[in-house]
């Protein structure tokens, strides 16, 4: 089933996403995700479960949804004046976000709608080169030199992303740091 065709970005169907996320998030964080069901969300929301189904297919598709939603950062990285500590806080706060509780959960949504062909795993990948195109824009403005962004995702983001998908403990603030500094080494 090919998913949010025909969607118009505006009027009653931002108001219906909107409605259901919202409904979702505060299920959500509220209940066990085992107990969350498509009549239930519809409920809250105001809408009819077949509207949930029309747009999003299954539960599964739902949820991935709500946590790309979520997902999207909402400001641009922190500027500090120098490239390789806008990565450094950068790649700290992505750490911690994505291996908290929340941030684990949103992951498997995400990574459970892969086969459906959303699309979600490549919106959350795209969330991560625009902040770093951010960062590497400014270096460029500021005369520093910086990475190419894929670099900056084989070397520091996949490693961060490794750990939290499969291992027990989540990367700690000096292995993300020694992450950036392996690739911009402090300079004098």
């Not at 990565?87 to 459970?112: K, N, T």
Request: overall charge negative.
């Amino acid at each position: 089933m090919t998913i949010r065709e025909n969607i118009r970005p505006g009027g009653r169907s931002a108001r219906v996403q909107a409605s259901v996320h919202q409904a979702v998030r505060g299920l959500l964080s509220t209940m066990d995700r085992s107990d969350v069901t498509i009549p239930l969300i519809a409920t809250e929301a105001g809408v009819t479960p077949s509207t949930i189904y029309r747009r999003w297919g299954d539960l599964q598709e739902l949820l991935a949804d709500v946590a790309v939603e979520r997902l999207r950062p909402d400001v641009a990285p922190k500027d500090t004046g120098s490239a390789r500590t806008d990565l450094m806080q950068w790649a700290e706060q992505y750490a911690d976000e994505m291996a908290s509780g929340i941030g684990r959960a949103m992951i498997r949504d995400v990574l459970a709608s892969v086969g459906a062909d959303t699309g979600n795993a490549g919106k959350c990948c795209s969330y991560t080169r625009e902040q770093l195109q951010i960062i590497a824009e400014r270096a460029r403005d500021r005369g520093e030199d910086f990475p190419d962004v894929e670099t900056v995702i084989d070397t520091v983001v996949a490693p961060i992303m490794y750990r939290i998908l499969f291992d027990d403990v989540p990367p700690a603030s000096e292995k993300v740091l020694a992450l950036v500094e392996g690739m911009m080494p402090q300079q004098g």
